[in-house]
Every structure is written in C-alpha cells, then in structure tokens.
C-alpha cells in the first residue's frame, strides 16, 4: 500500500481535506464557509463521532462534500496491538461501507495522526480488513500543532494563531497545485478552524478545489 500525498496532475488544482469531525460545535462553521465561498471539501470522519452526529453527516454529504474514514477512534495505531488495529479498522469499516461518499476508487482511509504509514505491521493488517484502502496522506498542513495546547479563544488569539499558520507551502514556490490540503474540525477551536479554512481558500481563490 502506497501513502498518496499529491492527487492531481494539471494545474490550478487542489483537494481540500478535513479531519477529526464531525463536531456539533465546528461542523457547521466549517460547512458555512464552504459554501460562502462556493467551494467542495473531503471530510476525513471519525467513525465514533459519526455515531453521535449523524444529523451531520447529511449535512455534509447534502452540501455535496466527499466522506471518508478517519478510523473508529481517534488513537494511534503505533500505540495499538495487532488485534487492537483490527478491530479499529473493522469498527469504522461497518460505519462507512455504509454512509462513504467519496469519488475515489477503493476506500480513501486516513489514520489518525497521519500515523503508520511506513508501518509494515499496520500495512500489513489495513490489507487484512480490506484490501481496497487507499491510504491518503497530505503535503500542505498549514495548521500549527505547535498551537494545539494554547490558549486561543479570544478572536485576537484566532487571528494571531491563524496568521502564524498561513506559512509560506514552499520557499521556492507559490504553486500549490496537485495537493492535498489538510485542516481540521476540532470541537474545542471551532473559530479557529473555520477561521483558517476561510484564509485558505480567499488565499487560493482561483485554484479549483476538488474533491478525494
Ligand atoms: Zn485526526
């Protein structure tokens, strides 16, 4: 199995993705600037959050945005014994076989933690639960790990943290065409997310965002 980070050849091209929802606090946010600004998304969906929010699963599928699996649990599989990664994979199988809307082939499925992709163990058992996954990592995170523990609350604070975020993708280049993006849906920064989201596509406005 082959970690895709780039999806598409041509210019002026981009696949927007969003991982950790659905949250009934952010969610929403995030589906209000995407259609503000008239553009399409892939949501990369825990399968236990799915369970809690289903109403937000129609939500996003009814706006015309791509579904794909996040794993059950938000844990790292690195973490995880062989049985443990099964079974994770097997709970979150049976959620999206049944609600997955993705345009791509196979499976589109993305660890938690972008974690064990070079992992022969956890390749090895993904094979197992289903050999048509597509492992999909990115190649633009402009999002600020360092930031996950910080304080930021405050719309100053979102500002700030946001505009630290918006970090040149490359010293050599403003072309990001072909990637994929990766933001996130996290139920304790709802404005920051959505605020990010927003910077992101003004910034790239005339790039075409397609979806997984
Ligand atoms: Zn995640």
Redesign the pocket.
């Known amino acids: 199995m082959i970690p895709i980070y780039y999806k598409f050849s041509g210019a002026k091209k981009v696949a927007l993705t969003i991982?950790?929802g659905p949250n009934p606090e952010t969610t929403p946010l995030l589906l209000d600037c995407l259609e503000k600004h008239g553009k399409l998304a892939t949501f990369?969906l825990?399968g236990d959050r799915c369970e809690k929010n289903l109403s937000l699963i129609n939500s996003i599928r009814a706006a015309g945005h791509s579904i794909c699996s996040?794993g059950y649990r938000?844990v790292n599989y690195l973490t995880l014994s062989n049985s443990e990664i099964f079974h994770e994979l097997q709970m979150s199988e049976e959620i999206f076989t049944s609600i997955q809307s993705s345009l791509m082939p196979g499976r589109p499925i993305r660890l938690?933690?972008g974690a064990g992709v070079t992992n022969s163990r956890i390749l090895d058992i993904m094979n197992q639960v289903n050999p048509k996954f597509r492992l999909i990592q990115w190649s633009w995170a402009p999002l600020g790990w360092n930031f996950l523990h910080n304080n930021i609350r405050s719309s100053n604070d979102v500002n700030l943290q946001v505009k630290s975020c918006m970090q040149p993708y490359n010293e050599n280049s403003t072309d990001i065409s072909g990637s994929i993006i990766l933001l996130?849906d996290w139920s304790d920064r709802p404005l920051f997310c959505a605020t990010l989201l927003g910077k992101v596509i003004e910034q790239y406005a005339d790039y075409k965002f397609v979806r997984l």
């Open positions: 991982d950790d990369f825990s996040h938000h938690p933690y996130h």
